[in-house]
């Protein structure tokens, strides 16, 4: 197994979505680098239910960062229940997105203090902090971005293709409303300042990773760092590992494969690992310009995760010796 990079004391920073970002993020944080490590999270699937703010990915981060996520579906609560979601369902309200009650407690408070005008960055912090979580969460920004998806029929809210329509919809396209007007904050511009490593989580390209990097001026901070910028593939095989990538990739245009992802982020990355199965497509990856990785990308464990972690940090601090090297 290879040995955790010694990225010297700078910030190792994860950009993620939900349930595969938050997964590889726990991979870092066990290589002994939660101090130093920060996930900029995606909130382009955040929306508005029974009058609360619900953020998906910073919630599935931050409980799996905190150890009570449910292993079973990636997201929501080890052990939750859901007695106030069948009391809201008695009432005649649709629960088609499933709230458990201990999580309906995040909602609550976020909500709370949001309404209250603090931003959502402070308010995920004083959660993190309170679910003893040493790690920094940060959402990309706290601007509200929804993602909508355009469909041949119209257009859906994210929520509402991912899990009301659960994804059958084909997607022609997809948007991130309002985001000419959101700006990356304070926070997350400082820790991409004091990185020594940028990790992109195997999470999908277009509707995770694609709307941090499309908050103005993020992707161009992304294009002028002098440190290591990684990614692990979403894609193995042809196939998304969890959710709809494959299928958006491929409406979008996009070839299914990490060479696919490899280039819609090749503006600014300087590698990539990809599944022993995909071992073949390294010569053309690398062709793009960007280093090729081959490993077992799979987390089905939490030994996975953290083995993935080291060997991506590891490679990482490889292609940094070569980038000073020049
Ligand atoms: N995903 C589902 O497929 N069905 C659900 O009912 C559902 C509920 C849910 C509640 C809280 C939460 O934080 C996440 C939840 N998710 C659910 C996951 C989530 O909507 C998606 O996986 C992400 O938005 C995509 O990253």
């Known amino acids: 197994m290879e040995t955790v990079a010694a990225t010297g004391s700078g910030l190792v920073v994860a950009l993620a979505g939900g349930v595969g970002g938050a997964k590889l993020s726990h991979g870092l944080a066990l290589n002994g680098l939660e101090e130093r490590l920060c996930v900029i999270v995606n909130?382009?699937?955040?929306?508005?239910?029974?009058?609360?703010?619900?953020?998906?990915?910073?919630d599935t981060v931050l409980y799996t960062l905190a150890g009570i996520a449910n292993p079973q579906t990636g997201w929501g609560i080890l052990g939750d229940t859901d007695h106030t979601?069948?009391?809201?369902?008695?009432?005649?309200?649709?629960?088609?997105?499933w709230l458990g009650d201990r999580d309906l407690a995040t909602h609550i408070l976020r909500t709370e203090r949001?309404?209250?005008?603090?931003?959502?960055?402070?308010?995920?912090?004083?959660?993190?902090?309170?679910?003893?979580?040493?790690?920094?969460?940060?959402?990309?920004?706290?601007e509200a971005v929804p993602t909508i998806v355009e469909t041949p029929t119209g257009s859906l809210p994210f929520q509402d293709y991912f899990v009301r329509r659960r994804q059958k919809d084909t997607v022609v396209g997809v948007r991130f409303g309002g985001?000419?007007?959101?700006?990356?904050?304070?926070?997350?511009?400082?820790?991409?300042?004091?990185?020594?490593?940028?990790?992109?989580?195997?999470?999908?390209?277009?509707?995770?990773?694609?709307?941090?990097?499309?908050?103005?001026?993020?992707?161009?901070?992304?294009?002028?760092?002098?440190?290591?910028?990684?990614?692990?593939?979403?894609?193995?095989?042809?196939?998304?590992l969890k959710g709809p990538a494959d299928r958006m990739l491929a409406t979008l245009g996009h070839e299914v494969s990490p060479?696919?992802?490899?280039?819609?982020?090749?503006?600014?990355?300087?590698?990539?690992?990809?599944?022993?199965?995909?071992?073949?497509?390294?010569?053309?990856?690398?062709?793009?310009g960007i280093a090729v990785y081959v490993t077992d990308t799979v987390m089905r464990s939490e030994a996975d995760r953290q083995r993935l972690a080291a060997e991506t940090l590891a490679f990482a601090e490889r292609l940094g010796k070569r980038v000073e090297q020049g």
């Not at 979601?85 to 997105?97: A, K």
């Open 259 to 288: 060479r696919g992802v490899a280039r819609l982020y090749a503006d600014f990355l300087d590698g990539i690992v990809i599944d022993n199965q995909d071992a073949a497509l390294a010569p053309v990856i690398e062709e793009l």
């Open 43 to 58: 909130t382009g699937d955040d929306f508005t239910l029974y009058g609360l703010h619900i953020s998906p990915d910073l």
């Open 114 to 142: 949001l309404r209250a005008g603090a931003r959502l960055t402070d308010v995920t912090a004083e959660l993190a902090a309170a679910l003893g979580v040493r790690a920094r969460i940060l959402p990309m920004c706290d």
């Open 179 to 240: 985001i000419e007007r959101a700006r990356p904050t304070p926070e997350v511009l400082a820790a991409l300042d004091a990185a020594a490593v940028v990790v992109l989580c195997p999470s999908n390209p277009i509707v995770s990773i694609g709307p941090i990097v499309a908050v103005p001026g993020l992707r161009e901070r992304l294009r002028a760092l002098h440190v290591p910028i990684v990614a692990v593939s979403p894609i193995v095989a042809g196939q998304a």
């Open 85 to 97: 979601l069948r009391m809201i369902g008695r009432y005649g309200r649709e629960t088609w997105f």
